[in-house]
């Protein structure tokens, strides 16, 4: 399939606009596992090529950390956009667990998957990514794994939060969870107790056997004091590399902190690339 985005307007606004054919946005209301989550949907303009690729766009913990330049850029170039809010998560109905995330991420990705949303908002069900950053890139993962029709996965600074479940680390893991106060949570013992207990399933180096062969863009920053390249990335894509695939896999590495502030136009040009380069 030839690829349906501009990305000469990745940073350029259309030199003139059709009134009947407006981008914009309306407000996203999602019922997942009996909880409303809310957010936004963006689409782009009417002139643009159709079926339009599908971004859903995971906020990190707590949620603090907009991610609006990219949702804006994607939109231009062409991509539907959804950026919703976790459950228990800025207005959101029911409890905030990182298990929660990922079932979020899941059943909103098969919510857009399907004939209703997809004929509504003319989205090409073949090409429906989730990207998250951070902890939202973890619900990326870990949902994007159980969909063998995802047409890509897309981290920003993965945060694994499995891989600090040990007595050295245990206390600055307890410490970001303490950053989450105004989630709507059971506290940080079931925060913790949580990720304990499923660990096994979100652990990201065994998310390997089901994402091998799926298309993934990894951003880390090298600077990263929160999501560390060597623990957070590089666990599950040696085993990537080793891996022969005709699926499109790329790491890239900037010289930043965990928001990759200082090299957000680069980010935004990579993922932007890797969704033309997967609809094509």
Same mark, same amino acid.
């Given at each position: 399939?030839s690829?349906?985005l501009?990305?000469?307007?990745?940073?350029?606004d259309?030199?003139e606009?059709?009134p =009947?054919a407006l981008?914009?946005y =309306? =407000?996203?209301?999602? !019922?997942s596992?009996g909880s409303?989550?809310?957010?936004?949907?963006?689409?782009p303009?009417?002139?643009?090529p159709?079926?339009?690729p599908?971004?859903?766009m995971?906020?990190?913990?707590?949620g603090?950390?907009?991610n609006?330049?990219?949702?804006h850029?994607?939109?231009?170039?062409?991509c539907?956009?959804? !950026?919703?809010?976790?459950?228990g998560?800025?207005?959101?109905q029911g409890?905030?667990l990182?298990?929660n995330?990922?079932?979020?991420?899941?059943n909103l990705?098969?919510?857009?998957?399907?004939q209703?949303?997809?004929?509504?908002y #003319?989205?090409?069900?073949?090409?429906i990514?989730l990207l *998250?950053?951070s902890?939202?890139?973890?619900?990326?993962l870990?949902a994007?794994?159980?969909l063998?029709?995802? *047409? *890509?996965?897309?981290?920003l600074?993965?945060?694994?939060?499995?891989?600090?479940?040990?007595r050295?680390k245990?206390?600055?893991?307890?410490?970001?969870?303490?950053e989450?106060?105004i989630?709507q949570?059971?506290?940080?013992d079931?925060?913790?107790d949580?990720?304990?207990?499923?660990q096994?399933?979100?652990s990201?180096?065994?998310a390997?056997e089901? !994402?091998?062969?799926? #298309?993934?863009? !990894?951003?880390g920053?090298?600077y990263d004091s929160?999501?560390?390249?060597?623990e957070?990335?590089l666990?599950?894509?040696?085993q990537?590399?080793?891996?022969?695939? #005709?699926?499109?896999q790329?790491?890239?590495?900037?010289? =930043?902190?965990h928001?990759l502030?200082g090299?957000?136009?680069?980010v935004?040009?990579?993922?932007?690339?890797?969704i033309?380069s997967?609809?094509?």
């Amino acid at each position: 399939m030839s690829s349906t985005l501009k990305l000469e307007n990745l940073f350029s606004d259309e030199k003139e606009i059709d009134p =009947t054919a407006l981008p914009d946005y =309306t =407000t996203l209301d999602f !019922v997942s596992t009996g909880s409303h989550i809310y957010g936004e949907i963006m689409w782009p303009s009417a002139n643009q090529p159709t079926p339009h690729p599908c971004v859903i766009m995971m906020h990190g913990f707590p949620g603090t950390a907009r991610n609006d330049d990219i949702s804006h850029a994607l939109c231009r170039i062409g991509c539907l956009v959804i !950026v919703p809010h976790n459950r228990g998560a800025w207005g959101s109905q029911g409890k905030y667990l990182i298990t929660n995330c990922i079932e979020d991420a899941q059943n909103l990705a098969e919510y857009a998957h399907s004939q209703e949303f997809t004929q509504k908002y #003319n989205v090409d069900p073949s090409q429906i990514f989730l990207l *998250g950053h951070s902890m939202g890139a973890n619900s990326a993962l870990n949902a994007g794994r159980k969909l063998d029709w995802i *047409g *890509g996965i897309i981290m920003l600074t993965p945060y694994d939060p499995t891989r600090y479940l040990n007595r050295a680390k245990e206390s600055y893991f307890r410490s970001l969870l303490e950053e989450g106060k105004i989630l709507q949570s059971d506290g940080i013992d079931a925060l913790y107790d949580d990720v304990v207990i499923n660990q096994a399933e979100i652990s990201h180096p065994k998310a390997f056997e089901q !994402v091998k062969d799926k #298309n993934l863009l !990894v951003i880390g920053g090298t600077y990263d004091s929160v999501s560390p390249v060597n623990e957070m990335i590089l666990p599950l894509w040696k085993q990537l590399e080793a891996h022969q695939t #005709n699926a499109i896999q790329k790491r890239i590495e900037f010289p =930043t902190e965990h928001g990759l502030l200082g090299r957000r136009i680069s980010v935004i040009k990579e993922i932007a690339n890797f969704i033309d380069s997967v609809c094509k």
